[in-house]
């Protein structure tokens, strides 16, 4: 079974940095493109940043310069450094992964898209 747990969210005073953590299975992680989205009370999720597999990143314009994301392929872990945290940035934060799989011996490929449980952030100003 697929699972994706974030850790590393908390409470932090604003200017303050946070690191989360991404822990994916084995059987995704070598080829997904892993995310990091949020979403805030009231508002849609959107996307922070994202990976490829091969180390490709993109962020949004709200995060850049501050935010950094990368992933450790031994440990199928997806980071999201967080420094110069602002109250903005209070929300639950997601991990996500998708990608195409191989399910048969003919080499047939299934698209996948998990989500982790969230992970609350709070930045207090």
């Known amino acids: 079974q697929v699972q994706l747990v974030e850790s590393g969210g908390g409470l932090v005073q604003s200017g303050r940095s946070l690191r989360l953590s991404c822990a994916a299975s084995?059987?995704?992680?070598?080829?997904?493109?892993m995310g990091w989205y949020r979403e805030a009370p009231g508002k849609e999720r959107e996307m922070v940043a994202s990976?490829?597999?091969?180390?490709?990143?993109t962020y949004s314009d709200s995060v850049k310069g501050r935010f950094s994301i990368s992933r450790d392929s031994t440990r199928n872990v997806v980071y999201l450094q967080m420094d110069n945290l602002k109250p903005e940035d209070s929300a639950v934060y997601y991990c996500?992964?998708?990608?195409?799989?191989?399910?048969?011996?003919?080499?047939?490929?299934?698209?996948?898209?998990?989500w982790g449980q969230g992970t609350q952030v709070t930045v207090s100003s």
């Open positions: 996500n992964a998708v990608g195409t799989r191989v399910v048969n011996v003919e080499g047939a490929r299934v698209r996948f898209d998990y």
């Open positions: 084995r059987s995704i992680f070598r080829t997904a493109t």
């Open positions: 990976i490829t597999s091969g180390d490709r990143t």
